[in-house]
């Protein structure tokens, strides 16, 4: 006796595609709303934050869809709070410690910028951190993880989260290699050692913001956008990470080694199926 199978939907046979199409197609959105929005920095937080809800409730309705999933668990409620603090902790502090070794080391200049440019930054960073991390965490790994083990889901989706820097307008290749290593390794871990989207997106967020925010350099290749304080780093840009902002910088490279060494021995790695 054949016991029929369950039918699927065109979207389900195409999962993966969909989903990465439905995910670059929110973070696409929150983008554009950014943009419209960015010279009113009220607005500009409201729309971020708005921008980000939005796109949560988005993936999980479309992972609902396509993937026939009864609960998103890598955006659970429980511990959402709890995940969000530790990871803008970490966030924080490990770029805190870049820019500590870039001011004893480099010379470094400091004047005031506005605390309205920060709320707007605020906001901004927000719908970045959530947009980008379902879709490197939420999908490529996660998916990477599911057809070939923890170990090559981190390298595949840290490069590809780095290649995709070199849209920036100051983009070099050390600098999207540095951030596939720091940043793309060290959200990668902070996923796989929690099963949950919640210590990335903070983590995403307190980095991006404390370096754009509140110090006012260069994220990722882009330009610098006024925050609470305006810095500028002279000197070697090895040190500095020159153009590309201080993620580019050995400092960086050194403080996120940390955190991702940490993460990463307390992380349950799976197997290739």
């Not at 969000?84 to 470094?108: E, K, N």
């Not at 991006?208 to 882009?222: L, P, R």
Request: proline fraction near 3%; include cysteine; hydrophobic fraction near 50%.
């Amino acid at each position: 006796m054949t016991i029929p199978t369950e039918r699927k939907t065109p979207l389900q046979r195409f999962r993966v595609p969909v989903l990465l199409l439905g995910t670059a197609v929110l973070m696409v959105a929150a983008r554009g709303l950014d943009t419209l929005v960015s010279g009113v920095p009220v607005l500009r937080l409201l729309v971020g934050l708005g921008a980000a809800a939005g796109a949560i409730a988005g993936y999980t309705w479309l992972s609902r869809r396509v993937e026939n999933r009864a609960e998103v668990t890598e955006l659970a409620t429980a511990g959402r709070w709890r995940g969000l603090g530790r990871g803008a902790l970490i966030g924080a502090a490990t770029f805190l410690a870049t820019m500590l070794l870039a001011f004893l080391f480099t010379d470094a200049g400091i004047t005031s910028g506005s605390f309205w440019a920060c709320l707007g930054v605020a906001g901004s960073m927000a719908s970045v951190a959530v947009t980008e991390e379902l879709l490197f965490r939420g999908v490529v790994h996660r998916v990477l993880e599911e057809r070939a083990g923890s170990i090559i889901a981190i390298a595949v989706s840290s490069l590809i989260f780095g290649a995709t820097h070199l849209l920036n307008g100051n983009a070099t290749l050390w600098g999207t290699l540095a951030i596939a290593v720091e940043g793309g390794a060290l959200l990668a871990v902070a996923y796989t050692a929690t099963r949950s989207l919640w210590l990335p997106i903070g983590l995403h967020f307190a980095w991006n913001f404390t370096e754009s925010g509140v110090f006012g350099t260069a994220v990722s290749g882009a330009e610098g956008e006024l925050g609470l304080l305006r810095t500028v780093l002279s000197g070697p840009d090895v040190l500095t990470g020159g153009t590309f902002g201080p993620e580019a910088s050995l400092f960086a490279l050194l403080c996120c080694l940390v955190p991702t060494v940490w993460l990463l021995r307390r992380a349950k790695l799976v197997t290739r199926r």
